[in-house]
T-cell receptor, first 111, second 116 residues
Framework: SQQGEEDPQALSIQEGENATMNCSYKTSINNLQWYRQNSGRGLVHLILIRSNEREKHSGRLRVTLDTSKKSSSLLITASRAADTASYFCATVSGSARQLTFGSGTQLTVLP | GAVVSQHPSWVICKSGTSVKIECRSLDFQATTMFWYRQFPKQSLMLMATSNEGSKATYEQGVEKDKFLINHASLTLSTLTVTSAHPEDSSFYIC????????????FGEGSRLTVL
């Protein structure tokens, strides 16, 4: 079953703008991860943030985690057309090693 | 990063036939692999956890006799969709963990199954 929801479901922006996606989850987590999926392809791991971390950066990506609100955000700065893809958050909870995915955000970056 | 290979990338079959999908970890050993199913424009739903040398653990609502999983080695897990029907048409994705402690998974490119 899905851990939570992502919003927006779809986001369309112009190249160069920033894109922010939000993820909410339901249970306590060990870590939260963001993945990217191009249409019809597998998933690519973007970034992992642990439950005791509040913010993490990787290149043009910035992830925040608020465990009190059970939410996370992914910010992509200076977006490019090549960033067009679906973005999923996924959580790992307890002793489980499997990921539970959110509903995903479809990002379209217009050139 | 670690590489996970899935084969075939797409398959079309007739209703009633069985289809086998392979998931290989190419440069690392994976004691555990995961099988997901994804319908168009939807998220990934975990089907089962494949454990090397033991029986797979299936999620609620997933028929174990319908979706046979075999994890015979540390680098290979297979998913067999038995007696496939059109409603089994979907995108099947496997993943494996190089380091269970990190929780980071590496995903295959997925296998698109179309049952006619």
């Amino acid at each position: 079953s899905q851990q939570g929801e992502e919003d927006p479901q779809a986001l369309s922006i112009q190249e160069g703008e920033n894109a922010t996606m939000n993820c909410s989850y339901k249970t306590s987590i060990n870590n939260l991860q963001w993945y990217r999926q191009n249409s019809g392809r597998g998933l690519v791991h973007l970034i992992l943030i642990r439950s005791n971390e509040r913010e993490k950066h990787s290149g043009r990506l910035r992830v925040t985690l608020d465990t009190s609100k059970k939410s996370s955000s992914l910010l992509i700065t200076a977006s490019r057309a090549a960033d067009t893809a679906s973005y999923f958050c996924a959580t790992v909870s307890g002793s489980a090693r499997q990921l539970t995915f959110g509903s995903g955000t479809q990002l379209t970056v217009l050139p | 990063g670690a590489v996970v290979s899935q084969h075939p990338s797409w398959v079309i079959c007739k209703s009633g036939t069985s289809v086998k999908i392979e998931c290989r970890s190419l440069d690392f050993q994976a004691t555990t692999m995961f099988w997901y199913r994804q319908f168009p424009k939807q998220s990934l739903m975990l089907m089962a956890t494949s454990n090397e040398g033991s029986k797979a653990t299936y999620e609620q609502g997933v028929e174990k006799d319908k979706f046979l999983i075999n994890h015979a080695s540390l680098t290979l897990s297979t998913l067999t969709v038995t007696s496939a029907h059109p409603e089994d048409s979907s995108f099947y994705i496997c993943s494996a963990s190089q380091d269970p402690g990190t929780g980071e998974l590496f995903f295959g490119e997925g296998s698109r199954l179309t049952v006619l």
